[in-house]
């Protein structure tokens, strides 16, 4: 079946900083990736999805894009804040036809003041 | 709209006991999941349904788990005993149909979160 693999936290940075986590994935043909969010004491949500290649999805200021070519989607900020102190967590449907998801094991960051 | 509804939000409970968490899905969403959140085993599906019907429960850690689905508009996972180890945040999840490869979003409660004493 379908995987993704993101690289492991704890991420720290300062106000302002830029953000990138990491995500590469192993899938048969072309499907729909997707970056989830859970801030503290929350369930998990949509944060932002690609749907075909070269897509970028983007939502409160993260982006992500779909390369096909280095089977990547990794989620970058420009400036993160305090309030993005979260787990970010990748994901892809689990197979062809799959009505289920697939997640990595999660990215937790801190921003700090 | 009302997202997922899950209670109780905070179980604790001492080993031995039955623990019921119930969850009411999105209205009109055709699948159902239930997932298990530790800091060691992160995020973990444990069943899901298709229109009440149970698709996949291998995620099921053994017999004292049991799930159903008596209806569109609720679900129950229940563990009976429950044991220290089961102490977790258990999510339930809503999605309509995905279209082959592209998926569609899940969409989850904000949680429960249990405490085996």
């Known amino acids: 079946g379908n995987s993704v693999t993101q690289m492991e936290g704890p991420v720290t940075l300062s106000e302002e900083a830029f953000l990138t986590i990491n995500c590469t994935y192993t899938?048969?043909?072309?499907?729909?990736l997707f970056w989830y969010v859970q801030y503290p004491g929350e369930g998990l949500q949509l944060l932002l999805k690609a749907t075909k290649a070269d897509d970028k999805g983007s939502n409160k200021g993260f982006e992500a894009t779909y390369r096909k070519e280095t089977t990547s989607f990794h989620l970058e900020k420009g400036s993160v804040q305090v309030s993005d102190s979260a787990v970010y967590f990748c994901?892809?449907?689990?197979?062809?036809?799959?009505?289920?998801?697939?997640f990595g094991k999660g990215t937790k960051l801190s921003v700090i003041p | 709209d009302a997202g997922v509804i899950q209670s109780p939000r905070h179980e604790v409970t001492e080993m031995g006991q039955e623990v019921t968490l119930r969850c009411k899905p999105i209205?009109?969403?055709?699948?159902l999941f239930w997932y298990r959140q530790t800091m060691m085993r992160g995020l973990e599906l444990l069943i899901y349904f298709n229109n009440n019907v149970p698709i996949d429960d291998s995620g099921m850690p053994e017999d004292r788990f049991s799930a159903k689905m008596p209806n569109a508009s609720f679900s129950t996972l229940k563990i009976q005993p429950s044991e220290p180890r089961d102490s977790a945040v258990y999510f339930c999840a809503s999605s309509l149909p995905g279209q082959g490869l592209r998926g569609n979003t899940i969409y989850f409660g904000e949680g429960s979160w249990l405490t085996v004493v």
């Open positions: 994901a892809l449907p689990s197979g062809a036809g799959s009505y289920q998801l697939t």
């Open positions: 209205s009109g969403h055709d699948y």
């Open positions: 899938a048969t043909g072309y499907p729909s």
